[in-house]
């Protein structure tokens, strides 16, 4: 057990700290966190003998001081971010790091001063971010070519990460960031943030345990309205914004609006189409349920309909996944269905049928996004923070689940306790569904079906399709073969 003493000035004593460490019933470690408060006497020494050597101005080091943490992206979901974290007792966004000079003075205005927080450390350049001692976590929000090679960064300079989903941009990144995060000891949390509900943690238990019996389909819905972007120009770089550092690993490029804020989703040099960006959430989920990792076949055909414009990603696409099940009857197979939508459609799913109101990132009037598992007793309708099944051929109400976690928390409860099991988001199960993803596009942008040895991580006797599997990096950001 160790033991730490500190000076509590506003007391006038010492505060003594110490770990107890015991098991769950899971024999999983759990660590609690125990303060003392111990009287000094009149000549200022402890009253219970000789003055231990105190740990002054020293930063974060347990569960009762300050985490440092540094945003890095704010245009979009780094504010929530911000937000987020700023909401957290002993928590401080000490730090913000974006290419685009043009948002910092709001973003601190509205997110900092305005709320009485102290102003954030700016950075532009998250090298030197990464130097900055003061720092104990990084959030990074970046574009997704950005996503990897920033995670990897910061772990090398031990920082703990949490990195936005999909964790990489392409198969070979995600392979690499496992590998850095297995490496060094620090905390890395992926951003599937269903991880940390109970709904979904429900949800994988129920179909773990057998109560819908065997389950051997699972389904992601992705149906999400999603407008024409239109065409824009190159054009000069907008002032303030550090473009070279925006492309990064990414080809060099002229500047558009289209390959800018937001929109840069529907480049295959910066982001993975709608399956990879809303979609990642439910394409977690549903192999998460499906008790599966990576597949042995993968088939996807869809297209970029009824717009003219500077889209390159499909807005409908449809891609089943093959995988073994050694345990199962018939075929011993399962099969998970992925389907994304971008205009008018019905809805599906017993949980979407009437939802008018409560809009949200993952449920609103317009859209349709959640999960269906199929088993031999019934069926099951689930989106983010519930899930129902329906049983037998007259489809039953059967159990159900609810709740909603906080996935910030739990990344800073992990880095507190020094637990991995913690942040509810481990990044090898980041990398399975990512992967899955990365492997539909490929099979999509080829036009053709697959085959994937999951051993050897790689396609079966297809040269072409492997050469998908990772990209040509533009020096120095470059994602390292030894990490």
Not at 191 to 217: F, I, T
Request: aromatic share 10%.
């Amino acid at each position: 057990m160790e033991v730490k003493f500190k000076l509590n000035p506003e007391r006038g004593d010492i505060i003594q700290e110490y770990d107890i460490v015991f098991e769950d019933k899971n024999k999983h470690p759990i660590t609690m966190k125990r303060r003392k408060f111990i009287q000094l006497g009149t000549t200022g020494t402890l009253a219970m003998g000789a003055a231990p050597t105190i740990l002054a101005n020293s930063r974060w080091r347990g569960a009762n001081d300050r985490v440092n943490v540094a945003v890095i992206g704010i245009h979009g979901m780094g504010q929530t971010h911000i937000r987020e974290y700023s909401k957290l007792k002993d928590v401080e966004v000490a730090a913000i790091c974006d290419v685009d000079e043009n948002l910092f003075a709001d973003r601190v205005k509205d997110l900092f001063t305005s709320k009485g927080l102290q102003k954030p450390k700016i950075y532009t350049d998250l090298r030197k971010l990464y130097e900055d001692k003061d720092i104990d976590a990084v959030s990074i929000v970046t574009p997704n070519h950005w996503h990897a090679l920033a995670a990897i960064w910061a772990i090398q300079a031990g920082k703990n990460v949490s990195v936005e989903k999909p964790c990489c941009h392409n198969f070979y990144e995600g392979q690499k960031l496992v590998e850095a995060a297995n490496k060094y000891d620090v905390i890395v949390q992926d951003g599937a943030e269903q991880r940390s509900n109970p709904a979904s943690q429900s949800m994988a238990k129920y179909l773990h345990d057998g109560h819908l019996g065997e389950v051997y389909m699972a389904k992601g819905l992705c149906y999400k309205w999603r407008d024409t972007i239109g065409h824009t120009p190159n054009e000069p770089v907008p002032k303030g914004v550090h473009y070279d550092l925006w492309q990064g690993p990414a080809p060099e490029k002229l500047f558009s609006q289209n390959r800018f804020h937001y929109n840069w989703h529907w480049n295959w040099d910066y982001g993975n189409g709608d399956m990879g960006n809303q979609g990642v959430h439910e394409m977690d989920v549903a192999r998460w349920g499906l008790g599966v990792t990576l597949p042995t076949k993968v088939s996807a055909i869809g297209g970029h309909f009824m717009f003219d414009d500077d889209q390159q990603t499909p807005n409908d696409l449809m891609a089943v996944f093959e995988f073994p099940n050694p345990n199962g009857k018939g075929e011993k197979k399962k099969i998970l269905q992925f389907e994304v939508r971008h205009w008018i459609t019905n809805r599906e799913g017993a949980l979407n049928v009437n939802n008018t109101t409560g809009n949200t990132y993952m449920t609103s009037s317009a859209n349709t996004v959640g999960n269906l598992f199929y088993g031999s007793k019934g069926f099951m309708s689930k989106n983010v923070n519930e899930w129902k099944t329906f049983m037998g051929k007259d489809r039953d109400p059967g159990q159900s689940g609810s709740g909603l976690g906080n996935h910030y928390q739990d990344f800073i409860d992990a880095i507190r306790a020094k637990d991995q099991s913690l942040a509810k988001g481990d990044i090898i199960e980041g990398f399975y569904s990512t992967a899955l993803i990365h492997l539909a596009n490929i099979s999509y942008r080829l036009g053709r079906a697959l085959d994937f040895d999951p051993a050897t991580m790689k396609f079966k006797n297809d040269t072409e399709a492997n050469a998908m599997l990772r990209r040509d990096y533009r020096a120095p950001f470059v994602v390292p073969d030894k990490v």
